[in-house]
């Protein structure tokens, strides 16, 4: 009798496992959308024509346009966001407190790490080119033409300077 208990209560855990595994995995699976469940005022659908370009932010240092496509640098969700800069634009060394992925869409962006702006550490980045920043690693970035960026994360957003001098014209 207690050999059939045994064998009831194992066949039990097995069968509740493969239950639990079932449904597990079903939770994870793509969930289909039925046709029309999305708006067409869900769509971004935008042309480089189309875009909205404003002066960039104040956190950058004059010169920089931006056009935002969603969200907001200052409030917590994503965002994206395009950037240009003008030729031999600088972005003194900072860091954000979020990890943020930016695709260079035209021009040339360069990028480097560290403390101090050097022209001459660094990498020139063409358009194609993607990079990941993590978050509060230190960088700064220069032009030599004009170049558009696009920038995207889960906000908010900062740049916080390493000199406060760099701050100040820009706040």
């Given at each position: ?13 097995v ?10 995995a ?106 990941e ?17 696009q ?21």
């Amino acid at each position: 009798m207690k050999t059939m208990w045994r064998a009831t209560a194992e066949v039990t855990v097995v069968v509740a496992a493969i239950l639990t595994t079932g449904v597990s995995a079903r939770a994870q699976e793509p969930k289909s959308t039925a046709a029309g469940g999305a708006s067409a005022e869900q769509v971004i659908g935008l042309t480089p024509a189309e875009l909205q370009w404003t002066a960039g932010p104040p956190m950058l240092p004059p010169g920089a346009s931006m056009a935002v496509i969603e969200g907001s640098f200052s409030k917590p969700g994503p965002f994206t966001v395009r950037l240009k800069f003008p030729a031999n634009y600088r972005i003194p060394p900072h860091w954000h407190p979020v990890k943020v992925t930016v695709t260079v869409i035209s021009g040339s962006f360069n990028m480097g790490f560290g403390d101090e702006l050097d022209l001459d550490k660094g990498k020139m980045l063409p358009a194609g080119s993607i990079f990941e920043m993590p978050a509060t690693i230190h960088h700064f970035g220069w032009t030599t033409e004009e170049t558009i960026i696009q920038e995207h994360g889960i906000g908010p957003l900062s740049v916080n300077y390493l000199k406060p001098a760099h701050d100040a014209p820009h706040r």
